[in-house]
């Protein structure tokens, strides 16, 4: 790499020559943003398989559902989430429950829209990493703006459907490196010379601007496809969330739960 970008240069440097070291270091250090702030996806877990058993045929236990969060929700998605709560206090004659609610909770609506995004509607990396960027900048705008007094919301993920949404964030994540790392290098070709440093600097923001994608690399965590699907379905009944949320805990729940006062989100509009 051009001896310009790689942040060791010395006394006496321009303003020009600062800011591509601070170009650079933004581009070459993929960090953890406001977007992983209270909003963490499950950890790689420790490999405590024995290196000695070649197997013997027998079943393994099924994979217990992985815990997430969706982080921090926009005044808009906590509404929608919010809703979608008010929705399982509702008695309704089709449900074979003591109250008549549905046999659900919030986490089961979250985990129901992710699992129908990821199978119905799975968004590419640009979509991810562009969509990521919003939310932080919206997150921004609204801090200390009659934000929702509790705003995260825990849901589980079965396990494949966990992996599944691992594998797509961190494959989104790589793609965004991939993606300033040919700037970088487009710039460099195009402006090899050392007298060139602060047209690099324009050019390398006019190609980042044209890419349209954020000049840092941020963590992206599970919330992100969590708000994503609660956007997803922000048109659709509350009632109608309820009962895929109802069948997703049919299918995937070995204990039914229906909504509880202490479950979900508080009501934005307080």
């Known amino acids: 790499m051009d001896a310009s970008l790689d942040g060791s ?12 070291e601070l170009i650079d270091n933004a ?8 977007d992983a702030d209270g909003d963490t996806g499950r950890g790689t877990p420790p490999d405590d398989s024995d290196p000695d058993d070649d197997g013997d045929g027998e079943d393994e236990p099924a994979e217990p559902a992985r815990h997430c969060s969706t982080g921090k929700l926009t005044i808009a998605q906590a509404r ?7 929705q399982l206090t509702v008695s309704d004659r089709r449900w074979s429950t003591p109250n008549r609610r549905p046999p659900a909770s919030s986490s089961d609506c979250i985990a129901a829209a992710v ?21 932080r900048g919206d ?19 079965p ?14 994540r790589a793609h965004h490196a991939d993606l300033l790392d040919q700037a970088r290098e487009q710039v460099l070709a195009e402006l090899p010379s050392r007298a060139t ?14 890419l349209n994608i954020p000049s840092k690399v941020y963590k992206l965590p599970v919330g992100t496809l969590a708000r994503l699907a609660i956007e997803r379905w922000s048109r659709r009944s509350p009632a109608t969330v309820v009962a895929a949320a109802v069948s997703h805990g049919r299918e995937h729940h070995e204990q039914l739960h229906r909504a509880r006062r202490d479950m979900g989100i508080g009501d934005p509009r307080r």
């Not at 240069?9 to 591509?20: C, E, F, Q, T």
């Not at 929608?80 to 008010?86: E, F, L, Q, T, Y």
């Not at 599944?164 to 989104?172: E, S, T």
């Not at 440093?197 to 044209?210: D, E, F, G, P």
């Open 9 to 20: 240069m010395a006394a006496g440097r321009s303003d020009a020559d600062r800011v591509l």
């Open 27 to 34: 581009l070459g250090d993929p960090g953890v943003g406001p």
């Open 80 to 86: 929608i989430v919010d809703g979608w709560r008010r």
């Open 115 to 135: 699992i129908d995004l990821l199978d119905r509607a799975e968004p590419d990396y640009l979509k991810l990493i562009r969509y990521a960027d919003r939310i």
């Open 139 to 157: 997150l921004a705008l609204e801090r200390g703006h009659g934000f929702p007094l509790a705003s995260v919301v825990s849901f589980y993920l």
């Open 159 to 172: 396990a494949d459907y966990a992996d599944r949404a691992d594998a797509l964030l961190a494959d989104a």
């Open 197 to 210: 440093a602060t047209a690099r600097v324009m050019r390398m923001m006019s190609v980042i601007a044209a």
